[in-house]
């Protein structure tokens, strides 16, 4: 499935250019981290690449092959609880996802407890917690299989222990050959998670490096003036 190539994408609302002119190749292996101010169209471009939006100009392929939809997942910063429970929510994404019926219990059971939310499988999604509503999210993402899985801000909500949590989940999707691809606000969580980092300065991809690279010395003036910025919150 993979390189996805972008080809001088361009994405604009209203006359407004959100990504501009951005080129690149998404590769299997490394985690890959997308950084920016707020703004820069971290979000936007995470959308664009799974087909959420399309492009105003330019073209996004996945190895030649459209959108490659079915073979990739993305969950949100803040995701969709359906009206039903946790057990319920996964398997009905197995169900749209086109999983034999006599298989969608079985895996949504074993992805539920992989990500410790056994003991609430029966209870209404919606009333969970925060960091167990994300929880839930990757389990549904995960349970499809997929090889590529796009996590926007995946804590940017949660505490320090629901945080170290998903971040836990998140390696074990890792861990199974999903190659990963996340924006977040976190830098310490940039350089615990991620291989290489895109980093994005007003629409632009401003530069691409090996994420200790780009935390020592990064190339561009833009992502030196960021970390400047960001590195005494962390």
């Given at each position: 499935?993979?390189?996805?190539?972008?080809?001088?994408?361009?994405?604009?609302?209203?006359?407004?250019?959100?990504i501009?002119?951005?080129?690149?190749?998404?590769?299997?292996?490394?985690?890959?981290?997308?950084l920016?101010?707020?703004g820069a169209?971290?979000?936007?471009?995470?959308?664009?690449?799974?087909?959420?939006?399309?492009?105003?100009?330019?073209?996004?392929?996945?190895?030649?092959?459209?959108?490659?939809?079915?073979?990739?997942?993305?969950?949100?910063?803040?995701?969709?609880?359906?009206?039903?429970?946790?057990?319920?929510?996964?398997?009905y994404?197995?169900?749209?996802?086109?999983?034999?019926?006599?298989?969608?219990?079985?895996?949504?059971?074993?992805?539920?407890?992989?990500?410790?939310?056994?003991?609430v499988?029966?209870?209404?999604?919606?009333?969970?917690?925060?960091?167990?509503?994300?929880?839930?999210?990757?389990?549904?993402?995960?349970?499809?299989?997929?090889?590529?899985?796009f996590?926007?801000?995946?804590?940017?909500?949660?505490?320090?222990?629901?945080?170290?949590?998903?971040?836990?989940?998140?390696?074990?999707?890792r861990?199974?050959?999903?190659?990963?691809?996340?924006?977040?606000?976190?830098?310490?969580?940039?350089?615990?998670?991620?291989?290489?980092?895109?980093?994005?300065?007003?629409?632009?991809?401003?530069?691409?490096?090996?994420?200790?690279?780009?935390?020592?010395?990064?190339?561009?003036?833009?992502?030196?003036?960021?970390?400047?910025?960001?590195?005494?919150?962390?």
């Amino acid at each position: 499935m993979l390189p996805l190539v972008l080809d001088q994408v361009s994405f604009a609302v209203d006359g407004r250019k959100i990504i501009d002119r951005v080129s690149m190749e998404i590769t299997e292996g490394p985690r890959t981290v997308i950084l920016g101010s707020n703004g820069a169209g971290k979000s936007v471009l995470m959308r664009l690449c799974h087909g959420l939006f399309a492009p105003t100009s330019g073209s996004i392929t996945w190895r030649g092959q459209g959108n490659g939809r079915k073979r990739q997942a993305m969950v949100f910063q803040r995701p969709v609880m359906l009206r039903r429970s946790a057990l319920a929510n996964v398997v009905y994404g197995l169900k749209l996802a086109g999983i034999a019926p006599g298989e969608r219990e079985l895996r949504a059971r074993d992805v539920i407890d992989a990500v410790g939310l056994a003991g609430v499988s029966e209870r209404p999604a919606r009333v969970l917690s925060g960091g167990e509503q994300q929880k839930l999210a990757l389990a549904r993402a995960w349970a499809l299989g997929p090889e590529v899985l796009f996590l926007d801000e995946p804590t940017a909500n949660l505490d320090p222990g629901a945080t170290r949590e998903v971040e836990t989940i998140i390696g074990q999707i890792r861990a199974g050959g999903t190659k990963i691809v996340m924006t977040t606000h976190s830098l310490g969580q940039a350089r615990r998670l991620g291989d290489e980092i895109l980093f994005l300065s007003q629409g632009r991809l401003v530069e691409r490096s090996e994420a200790d690279r780009f935390f020592r010395q990064p190339a561009s003036t833009e992502g030196a003036a960021f970390l400047r910025e960001e590195l005494p919150q962390i």
